[in-house]
């Protein structure tokens, strides 16, 4: 499977092409000139993607841990935090909110599992894999997933730790990546992040 994701101010395109190893690998290359020749249009012009792009909605009130620090956004993002780290020891927390289920709860979770290169669940298996977790902004699932790799190297392994659901017309997303050991020590503290997190 080779997956791409395409987030925009308001909404999030997916590019997903599945077969055989083989045959994948032999249409790698086509797939990524595929992905370079996407282009989002509104109001009948192509969008500049080097003009900054302002979030679609408030961010919502968050207590923000002692020791995160504030870091730049993006158009995704209503809010951004990272934990600084030595040698790349990090991790970077955001806050997104998209319209509607966002595109679903299965969708999602699998994204951030192939993030950490993981393989796909099933919904019912990633169920299994999460809790529930009550906040200000309603009912939402968390989960944990950490490479079985040294994908940040020197034996080094990456982990996410993130929760999602929805609140009315909106999907709130909050996620933390980086360093597995760093991910680890902050869990406590991004759990009362996002239970504390109540409507802007």
Request: overall charge negative.
């Given at each position: 499977?080779?997956?791409?994701?395409?987030?925009?101010?308001?909404?999030?395109?997916?590019?997903?092409?599945?077969?055989?190893?083989?045959?994948?690998?032999?249409?790698?290359?086509?797939?990524?000139?595929?992905?370079g020749s996407v282009a989002i249009v509104a109001g009948g012009a192509h969008e500049d993607a080097a003009a900054p792009v302002a979030p679609q909605v408030a961010a919502p009130k968050l207590?923000?841990?002692?020791?995160?620090?504030?870091?730049?956004?993006?158009?995704?993002?209503?809010?951004?935090?990272?934990?600084?780290?030595?040698?790349?020891?990090?991790?970077?927390?955001?806050?997104?909110?998209?319209?509607?289920?966002?595109?679903?709860?299965e969708p999602n979770l699998n994204l951030w599992r192939t993030q950490v290169q993981l393989r796909d669940l099933t919904d019912e298996e990633l169920r299994a894999e999460s809790v529930a977790?009550?906040?200000?902004?309603?009912?939402?699932?968390?989960?944990?997933?950490?490479?079985?790799?040294?994908?940040?190297?020197?034996?080094?392994?990456?982990?996410?730790?993130?929760?999602?659901?929805?609140?009315?017309?909106?999907?709130?997303?909050?996620?933390?990546?980086?360093?597995?050991?760093?991910?680890?020590?902050?869990?406590?503290?991004?759990?009362?992040?996002?239970?504390?997190?109540?409507?802007?």
């Open positions: 499977m080779l997956v791409a994701q395409l987030p925009t101010a308001l909404e999030t395109w997916f590019f997903k092409m599945t077969g055989s190893p083989a045959a994948v690998a032999a249409q790698r290359d086509a797939f990524m000139a595929l992905l207590e923000v841990p002692e020791g995160w620090e504030e870091a730049e956004g993006s158009a995704m993002r209503v809010a951004s935090f990272r934990v600084p780290g030595e040698d790349g020891r990090g991790a970077d927390i955001s806050v997104v909110s998209l319209k509607g289920d966002g595109g679903g709860l977790l009550k906040s200000g902004l309603g009912d939402l699932t968390l989960v944990h997933f950490e490479s079985t790799d040294d994908l940040l190297g020197e034996g080094r392994k990456a982990a996410i730790l993130g929760a999602m659901g929805q609140s009315g017309e909106r999907t709130w997303f909050f996620k933390m990546s980086g360093d597995l050991g760093v991910v680890a020590a902050e869990k406590a503290k991004f759990i009362r992040f996002v239970e504390t997190a109540t409507p802007p």
